[in-house]
């Protein structure tokens, strides 16, 4: 554990006025964002270094933090991405032979704030309870009033758009140049593992930054287009939703994940909605409604596609996938183009390979044109 004492003192507010007080990790200071609950077991690195948790303090149900080390190799992004960090034991020493640093040092580097040795099971049962809120964590500010009043100079995540904030500055190749096949990617926050799924698949891959135009997109001369994850609300994102809907007229495949599946819903008018806790973790079930198979699915959003609006306009979108813990909209095909989308993350990092097997579908997709 990180060393015990009163200057190690850190605690968290939440946007309700629950209070809790435990020990500091990571960098002193203040963090302030959305919290919410992750219950993978394992992952830890690929979670914190997602660009999908821009803005948000993540609170994790597993006990240990820390207990395997870190690795550069494990990262999803540059940097982390979570805005702090809530956990129950934040363990310095780790088993991993492989890592390349313990957890307090690399979050010492990355400059996240984070508390630890507090009752995460309440913490996860407020969230559940009361929804999605904000909240600050302070190494330094220990009154709950004033603690209280810079919580709310914090915007909520309800109409925040993040994704331009996450998204790469500038235009850049991916992979092998001259592959069997050229996949232009709208960047949104997008995750390495993704992008090495497509590599692995004889992809070449030029990445492109999340306010780019159709035409600027176009003359790539893509065989086909990909919708990545990132953070924010959708819906706030006009910019994405205007190309989407000007790439769908060239008719090549088109593949979203997460915050790219909800742009490819709003480009068809289908709106989307923010969720009461979100869903976060590497152990949801999904069903295949095409297939009629299950799938463990790892999963990170807190916005979803309204299964009302859906189920509404199906004459444009078929339901292709639905969570079968809540029935929400876990997968769409555009009816009449090579275009289709999923809320989950196949490419499994962390979590289960059950869905691997839609980046094999979008390549089938590619090879039929």
């Known amino acids: 554990m990180v060393e015990n004492s009163q200057s190690n003192k850190a605690v968290l507010l939440l946007e309700d006025g629950t209070f809790f007080e435990g020990k500091a990790a990571g960098a002193k200071g203040e963090a302030t964002g959305e919290i919410c609950f992750n219950t993978g077991m394992t992952g830890y690195q690929e979670v914190f270094t997602d660009p999908s948790y821009f803005g948000q303090i993540m609170v994790t149900t597993n006990a240990h933090i820390g207990n395997y080390g870190t690795a550069n190799l494990d990262t999803e992004s540059e940097r982390v991405q979570i805005a702090g960090l809530v956990c129950k034991n934040f363990t310095n020493e780790y088993s991993r032979m492989t890592a390349d640093s313990d957890i307090q040092s690399y979050f010492e580097k990355e400059n996240i704030v984070g508390i630890y040795d507090v009752d995460t099971r309440s913490i996860v049962k407020q969230i559940r309870d009361k929804g999605a809120m904000n909240c600050i964590i302070s190494t330094d500010d220990f009154d709950k009033d004033s603690l209280a009043e810079k919580l709310k100079k914090v915007p909520s995540m309800d109409g925040l758009e993040l994704a331009s904030k996450v998204s790469t500055n500038a235009t850049y190749e991916y992979g092998k140049n001259n592959e069997a096949y050229k996949v232009a990617v709208l960047d949104f926050g997008t995750k390495k593992n993704i992008l090495d799924c497509f590599v692995a698949r004889g992809c070449s891959l030029k990445v492109f930054p999340a306010k780019s135009t159709a035409d600027e997109i176009r003359a790539y001369n893509p065989d086909g287009y990909f919708l990545s994850n990132g953070p924010g609300d959708p819906a706030a994102m006009d910019y994405a939703i205007e190309t989407v809907k000007e790439l769908l007229k060239d008719d090549k495949p088109m593949f ?42 790892s999963q990170n959003h807190g916005f979803g596609v309204s299964p009302d609006a859906v189920h509404a306009n199906l004459d444009k979108v078929e339901i292709t996938h639905e969570n079968l813990n809540d029935g929400t909209i876990e997968g769409i095909k555009v009816i009449g183009k090579d275009a289709f989308s999923v809320q989950y993350h196949p490419e499994s990092s962390p979590g289960p390979h059950d869905s691997r097997y839609l980046f094999d579908d979008f390549i089938a997709l590619l090879k039929k044109k």
Do not use: F, S, W
């Not at 289908?270 to 009629?292: A, D, L, Q």
């Open 256 to 297: 979203g994940i997460c915050l790219g599946h909800q742009i490819l819903a709003l480009a068809h008018d289908i709106p989307t909605y923010k969720m009461h806790h979100g869903h976060r973790g590497i152990n949801h079930p999904v069903i295949n409604k095409i297939t009629g198979k299950c799938e463990i699915t």
